[in-house]
């Protein structure tokens, strides 16, 4: 498996939920969201979109990928009002998925807006190294992709009628269209850069990570490391160090710690049985390494997740 294919493999989309957006005029909106991941396919005409750093234009054919931004606001081309009401506000009159949102004017748009809730712990490594919006300006894509016209039909029969297992195959294609930005923007980094995602195209370090994900719980040393990654140790830690920002067994650390964090919060195994999935030996090793970084034990880490799932 390769290195993106198993830093995802813990990574899950949910509470996804989709709009299909008809402008009209010279329209606008502002949406405000926490820990959520947009997307947009432009299916017709096309929009603005500004998170803070200035307009980005988008047309037909474009698909985009909001990571992390708290708010966005949106609105018709060539349009320079400032008045944008709140899409929430909006959503109150959608009937069906589809909302139609006009103003002054005759010109015409119409896209589908996709937001997904993430699991924190386990994307934040990644989120953190994305630019506002995928693709960037300069892509070779230009923002558009093979799978837009699969995933625009896919959503108009979903949207068309309501049928088992809707939410799980709109999870699953909000997952892929991650996937396929995700990869885009990874396979457009230059070599001289200083994102850790890099990584990722690396034929020596790619394999030490899919190693670290794949067996968490083995004892590994940075000669094992090294071993699979195909490089002499001092070679592989000084490499590891300079692309990733951090030594590889820090690196494994972490990851083992928001793997911990994540299957707390699932409440599926004991926690004896996740220090074993997690590489420690010990149960009393694992609190305190635990501790350390979530600032409580685990046992009040679960407890802690379960009363706000309550509240």
């Known amino acids: 498996m390769d290195a993106l294919s198993m830093l995802l493999q813990n990574v899950h989309l949910f509470e996804t939920k989709y709009y299909r957006l008809n402008g009209v005029g010279n329209w606008s909106y502002s949406i405000t969201r926490q820990d959520t991941i947009l997307f947009y396919l432009v299916m017709s005409g096309g929009f603005c979109i500004d998170v803070g750093n200035g307009p980005r234009e988008t ?38 998925h589809t909302l139609d949102v006009k103003g002054d004017g005759d010109s015409e748009s ?89 990584a990722m195209k690396d034929p020596f370090l790619t394999k030490a990570l899919v190693a670290m994900h794949e067996s968490p719980d ?23 160090k300079e692309v990733v920002g951090i030594p590889p067994l820090t690196y494994l650390l972490d990851y083992r710690l928001r793997l911990a964090a994540r299957y707390l919060r699932l409440q599926q195994n004991s926690i004896s049985r996740i220090s074993e999935l997690v590489g420690y030996a010990s149960d009393s090793t694992f609190s305190q390494a635990f501790k350390r970084v979530y600032g409580v034990s685990p046992k009040a880490y679960r407890q802690q997740y379960q009363q706000r799932k309550l509240a």
């Open 59 to 96: 047309r037909a054919g474009d698909m985009i990928m909001i990571p992390s931004s708290h708010q966005h606001v949106s609105y018709a081309l060539n349009y320079h009002g400032n008045e944008a009401q709140a899409l929430d506000d909006l959503l109150t009159n959608c009937k069906e």
């Open 110 to 198: 119409s896209l589908i807006l996709i937001e997904c809730k993430y699991d924190k712990a386990m994307i934040r490594p990644l989120l953190s190294m994305l630019p506002a919006i995928l693709p960037e300006i300069n892509d070779d894509s230009d923002g558009r992709f093979e799978v837009i016209d699969v995933e625009i039909r896919l959503l108009t029969l979903e949207a068309e009628r309501e049928r088992m297992g809707k939410a799980a195959v709109i999870n699953h294609w909000a997952s892929i269209m991650m996937i396929e930005c995700l990869r885009v923007y990874i396979e457009s980094l230059p070599e001289a850069t200083d994102n850790w995602l890099i």
């Open 218 to 240: 083995k004892s590994w040393t940075i000669h094992k490391l090294a071993e699979v990654a195909g490089m002499s140790r001092s070679s592989f830690a000084q490499r590891f």
